[in-house]
Structures are given as structure tokens and as C-alpha cells.
């Protein structure tokens, strides 16, 4: 414990957070299960502000977000795991939670029945782990969601944030001016964590980075954009844009989050994951996966409904008031214009198979079983390289165009930003197999 309290000031000093002090949690375990109390952590909480005392809110947060993912990666125990575990280090949100069922969870924190311990918001998790083991420090919520569900693409979600952490920047971030600066916080998805964790540390580092929860929720769980004849086409664009830089992270799922300030949820586009909600007349609004969570005076009820494939559902604390789904999109769309900017370097494919050369004594036709051999030129660096597909006979010689979707040498193939500018696998332009013409 001393050498982690130690290792902890030290990474605070060195990373511009002063330490203010340290409490010992008040919790009560007489309730819980042999399982958990054998795995049960000490709780002790951190008081840390900026040593020059003119950070506070979410720049105080970008201070301790730095300093908390070295403690998590420096601070290590003797077998070389992570020592310290921060359900939150946030000057905006407070996370209790743990290996414990929902009637234990307010009787094992003292601080949450407390009379003066009060939040004008709350974001509640009650269920079992499927995808993964118990554990106190895979329980929801996580520091900015919780979700019922899983993420069904993570482990490709993962690959690519760790492929861009190389072009990561922000100046938003203590000594994240340049790419390679910000190495000391990588790598951003725990290995082994759980969908909700990884999806969680991503949606931390956009906002941190300058994006609105609510705009960098929609490029990581965007609708389905691509055939949706009614959408307004600045909407489209900005998922467009969008989708060069961050891939969705499709579920099911029904995902809540919040920052302190605004609260809310989205449900991917697979539409999978039911979130009901209600509003009533003074002013209290609860959205659940469940009917009937919540004993609610059905009297009092002004307004109730469901969450759709691709909406997002949304309050805002500091304005009072419920923000619809189209006010979000559209708002976002017009203070982001990218129109002709996201069709840049895009080519729809043909709908019809390209018309092959025609040799002058045999006419386009050649044997289904002739055989192929595909050469790739080693100097070709990105979008002009060229596959050369050789039949057997002279008249089926055929030479389809790869593209890369993405390269840094000549950027006008694709939208990109610093941190999504990274090779990527050609993608063939035709996308029929060579057949009899």
C-alpha cells in the first residue's frame, strides 16, 4: 500500500496535480458473498488539485486523466499487474461500484445514504457479467457509461485505436502537441478489459480531446446513415466524415452516459437492446431497459416513450431540458459543415461488372477454370497500385484497380485527421469474380 501511495504522489508531481489528501472509504462487507469479499479491494479515495490553482472541470480532469492512465500502467504490484484501480479521478463525476448486487451496493457504501450526499443525476447499473468474469473492477458503470448489451466488433475497435496511438495528438492534452508525445498513456484500451471498459477509455479520449459527449458518442455509435432517403444531407455528411475517422462500435447495445452535466442514451442502429423512458410533471425524468423499474405515480406521467435504432435520447442538466434526437444531429452537423469535404476521394462501385478488353481474333470470352496469378508491384505505395489477373488465354487478360481506402503520402485519397491516417488493407474496386463474357 505505502509503495503505491508513493508511486501515485510521485506520478501527480510530475504531471502538474498537487495532492491534497487521502480518505479511507467507510464501507460495510458484512452482506456480501465469500466470492467477492475474498477479491474485495481497499477503497481509498484521492484528493488532487492543479498545482498552479487555474485548472478546474473538465481541463482539471484532462490534468488527472494523463496522470491516471500512468498509475495505471507504472504503478504495478510484484507480479508485475496493475496495482491501483480509479473507478473515477474526475473533478466532474463520482463512481461507486463493485462486485455487489443492486439492493447491496447502498448498504455497502456508507456515503450514498448519506443525508448530504446529493446529485441532481444518477447512472445505475444492476445486472450480471456475461462476456466476462466478476470482478470489482469490471462492474458498471464505467467512468463516462454503462451499458446493457455488448459490443460485438471490440477486438477490431481495439486494433485500430491502438494503430492510430503512433499519429495520436491534442493540444488539449498536458504535452500532447505533437504525435509521440502523448506515449506515456498508451496503450488507450486495456488489454483484457471488458467491451464496455475499452468502448469507455475511446469515448474518454475523444472528449477529452475537444469533442462534445454527445458528438463523439455518434461517431462511435453512428445510424445508419449510408441508404436513409429522409435524412437531411448535412447529417449524412457529417456521418460520412465521420466514418474515416473512428469505425462504429456495433452492438447490440443500449448505451447511457454522462459527464456530470448532461445525461443520456443511444441505441446502436441493430435496434437489439429495449430503453423505455418516462417524464413526469415535477420535473423527474427516468430512462430503463425495464417497465416498471421504478415505482412512478403513472398520475403524474406527461410524456413516456422508447429509444429507436440510431436516436439518441439526451438531457442537459444546465439548461433544463430534454434536447430531442434531430435538434442534437442538426445542431452538430451545422457547427461541423464537411459537405464536399467527406465525398472527397470516394467512388461508389460500378453496379455492373467493368467490360472486359476484347481481343480482335477471339472476342471477350474465356474458360471459368483458367487459371490466375495475381502480382502486386513492391513500389506501389497506395491508391495507384495495380493487381494484374492473367487468364489463360490472351483475349481474358483483365487488370481490376486497387485502392487504398487511406495513405498518408497522398492524402487526397481519402478525409482523414492526424490520428486515422494509417495504412489500411486494399479494397478491390470490382467486387465480381472474373466469369465467362
Known sequence: MRDAVDGIE?????????????????VDSSMIGSTAAAAMPRFTQLFVTDATGQRCGI????????ARKRMEHEVTGADGTAAVYFPSLSARTLVYKGMLTTPQLGAFFEDLHHESFTSALG???SRFSTNTFPSWPLAHPYRYVAHNGEINTVQGNQNWMRAREALLSSPLLPGGGTPGELERIFPICTPGASDTARMDEALELLHLGGYSLPHAMLMMIPEAWENHQD???AVRDFY?????????WDGPASVTFTDGTVVGAVLDRNGLRPSRYWVTEDGLVVM??????????????IRKGRLQPGRMFLIDTSQGRIIDDEEIKSELAAAHPVRGVAG???QAPPKTCPTPPTSPSRGPTCSATSRRSATRSKNSRCSSSRWHATERRPSARWVPTLRWPCSRSDPSCCTTTSSSCSPRSPTRRWTRSVRSW
Open 288 to 301: 430503463a431497459s425495464e417497465v416498471g423499474t421504478l415505482p412512478i405515480d403513472v398520475s403524474k406521467v
Open 231 to 233: 435524412m437531411a444531407p
Open 344 to 346: 472527397q476521394g470516394r
Open 59 to 66: 481541463e482539471l480532469d484532462r490534468l488527472a486523466y494523463v
Open 10 to 26: 510521485k506520478i501527480c508531481s510530475s504531471e502538474g496535480l498537487r495532492v491534497l489528501g487521502w480518505r479511507d472509504v467507510p
Open 240 to 248: 460520412r466524415f465521420h466514418s474515416g475517422i473512428m469505425e462504429p
Open 123 to 125: 447512472l445505475v447499473h
